[in-house]
């Protein structure tokens, strides 16, 4: 379903043709899409939890260090 819209409504390229950024991007706006601002809030939280298991007050759970992180990727 996600690469058939990919195909379709989002833009005509497949998803795993486009760089890690766009390609995350992509499945942000369309797990988000039809959300409304309470679900968003929800996704935002849970995105930006650490895995069951870490310690989110280890060094690199914070945002910035999230997208330090994601960047230098």
Known sequence: MFNGWCLTEGGGRHPLK????DFCD???YWA???AD???Q???DEVLGKPPPGENAEAPGWS???QMAAFEAF
């Open 37 to 39: 601002e309470a679900d």
């Open 18 to 21: 486009l760089d890690i950024a």
């Open 41 to 43: 809030a929800k996704l």
């Open 26 to 28: 992509v499945v942000y």
């Open 32 to 34: 988000s899409r039809n």
């Open 63 to 65: 945002r910035e260090e």
